[in-house]
């Protein structure tokens, strides 16, 4: 919605909807207390900005996709082909049916992923957020380093990292992520996605911080791993390993390549040491609201063989999980028209904090 109309606002646990009709405008259907709002932010008429009353809010009297239909008919969309997001995380099973059984005239089509296909490729306007982004999960993992140490509650440290985030730099603020931070330590070091807690950080052992910059919903994602005191050697082969996958996999990473190409070339050098990664190694991101900063359309996996193009941005996520173990450093990587470009200025490497 914000992309195809410059809608911002957090609402998306309301039912709402962009309507894209063969001519024409885009209409913005929400809840009426966000009417105001999505006027002051889309860049066309306010004819085109419609709202349903505040009845068909959480009741189960009534939908508001009843209302949904209603618009629909009065300008006479109600027919034809129609297109809706059906594997999406704000399209409930109830608003389908509702939609389905109101327009007996209309035949409706999967268009999942279909705006997010034509998000691939970012704009220069969009290049300029996300390197904006990027400057500020930079300054996010140098408030960890700064301030990560044994003892320190985990709880603490997350909102330095949050403050980091939103005061961003001198010349612009950061935005919220659409996830969370994600800070798995010591034996949880398998759990990829456990977020924090209020307990402190143990010396001797080792903890990774997935985290995001965002700058006008624009993401840019970064993980890296610490070590608190002593270093064990499990950790010294994890990054060994990663960064010679990473040196591999961005030598791939140009225009003309496919996403396999980029895959295969980090998975081979994981396979040479015996490293076994049950994941994908990487996703496209670039503007998104909670849950996710990924846009679900290619993936750097073998059989992917999507074309690689430049302004295309993915995060490279080279992170492995074993049963009591897991390590992270990644990258979010601009395809450019020469090769590519890191968007973050982070060392690239493991740090340890004695």
């Known amino acids: 919605m914000a992309w195809l109309t410059g809608y911002d606002g957090w609402s998306f646990y309301n039912h709402q909807a962009v309507i894209v009709p063969p001519e024409g405008d885009p209409i913005v259907w929400v809840r009426c207390s966000d009417e105001f709002g999505a006027r002051r932010t889309v860049y066309f008429s306010d004819d085109n900005v419609l709202s349903y009353a505040d009845k068909y809010v959480q009741t189960p009297v009534c939908h508001p996709m009843e209302d949904l239909c209603k618009v629909l008919a009065d300008r006479k969309l109600d027919k034809g082909v129609i297109g809706v997001e059906k594997d999406n995380y704000y399209l409930s099973a109830t608003a389908f049916e509702t939609l389905v059984s109101r327009m007996p005239n209309a035949k409706f089509a999967d268009a999942t992923v279909l705006v997010n296909w034509l998000r691939a490729i970012k704009s220069p306007r969009e290049l300029e957020y996300v390197r904006s982004a990027g400057q500020i999960v930079t300054l996010m993992h140098e408030r960890i380093l700064e301030k990560i140490e044994p003892g320190m509650r985990k709880c603490d440290l ?67 791993t610490y070590c608190l005191g002593e270093v064990s050697q499990h950790f010294l082969d994890a990054e060994k390993v990663t960064l010679e996958g990473m040196d591999a996999g961005l030598e791939a990473a140009k225009p003309g390549a496919t996403c396999e190409d980029w895959a295969v070339a980090f998975f081979n050098v994981l396979e040479k040491h015996g490293v076994d990664k049950i994941t994908r190694a990487g996703y496209p991101v670039g503007l998104s609201y909670p849950p996710d900063w990924g846009e679900h359309t290619m993936s750097l996996r073998r059989g992917d063989r999507t074309v690689l193009k430049p302004g295309m941005i993915f995060h490279f996520m080279t992170g492995f999980w074993h049963d009591n173990f897991g390590f992270e450093i990644t990258e979010t990587v601009l395809i450019t028209p020469n090769g590519n470009e890191c968007l973050s200025k982070v060392p690239r490497n493991l740090f340890v904090k004695v």
């Open 158 to 224: 997350v909102a330095d990292i949050y403050d980091a985030a939103i005061r961003g730099t001198r010349d612009f603020g950061g935005d919220y992520p659409s996830i969370v931070p994600m800070l798995p330590s010591g034996t949880n070091l398998s759990a990829c996605h456990f977020t924090w807690d209020d307990q402190p950080l143990r010396n001797n052992e080792g903890i990774y911080f997935e985290v995001a910059g965002v700058y006008k919903r624009y993401h840019v994602p970064l993980c890296r």
